[in-house]
């Protein structure tokens, strides 16, 4: 069997968005679970010094073009949202308490935060906006907000951060085939080629 793929992903990441429309196509191609596994860049960004792409100005540049020409590239909806980047901890979270029912439905809900926020704009820092899109998925709308709450998905979702921070995730999103990291949707096709090859 292969090794699983272990996609990191920040919500208001535009990068991780456009993997999150690939990604479990590669995994199907290959016959190997994903698992999905949402976390904050901002921890991140604290130890490495960095600032949020729209704050480095040639850098964001290049990037919204690029961002923009790779939507087309692979035909995936794309807008800038008004707000951004936002804090994603209550999707984060909900996200998890989604997980722990059904992983499925989770990598569903987790689609449609990302159309959501950047098609529509939808302001996801909010938790009844993403309450409201976990209704979308048929769940409890008072639930959701219950776990969004909960310092056990307050906890989970630092856990993961902490796991990323210590296998070195730099970014998103940030992809491991096994031991083997891939850092940007970019790094796409060389996972595919990794997992149809066993690495080189």
């Known amino acids: 069997m292969p090794d699983p793929i272990e996609f990191f992903f920040d919500f208001s990441s535009p990068y991780g968005y456009l993997a999150a429309n690939r990604i479990e196509r590669i995994g199907q191609k290959h016959d190997c679970d994903v698992f999905w596994k949402p976390f904050l860049l901002g921890a991140v960004f604290k130890i490495n ?3 949020p792409l729209i704050e480095q100005t040639l850098k964001w540049s290049y990037s919204r073009y690029d961002i923009e020409r790779t939507a087309r590239r692979y035909k995936v909806e794309w807008a800038l949202p008004e707000f951004f980047p936002v804090a994603t901890q209550a999707a984060g ?4 308490w989604i997980n722990e029912k059904d992983p499925d439905l989770a990598k569903k809900f987790a689609l449609l935060v990302y159309q959501k926020y950047f098609i529509e704009g939808l302001d996801i820092r909010s938790k009844n906006i993403v309450a409201e899109l976990a209704a979308e998925c048929r769940l409890d709308f008072d639930e959701c907000i219950l776990s969004i709450n909960s310092n ?4 989970k979702l630092k856990l993961v ?5 210590k296998r070195n995730v730099c970014g998103s999103p940030f992809i491991f085939v096994g031991d083997e990291p891939f850092w940007g949707h970019d790094r796409l096709n060389m996972v595919d080629e990794w997992l149809q090859t066993g690495g080189w």
């Open 161 to 165: 951060n902490k796991e990323a921070i």
């Open 49 to 51: 010094g960095q600032s």
């Open 93 to 96: 979270r909900a996200f998890y």
């Open 152 to 155: 056990l998905y307050k906890e």
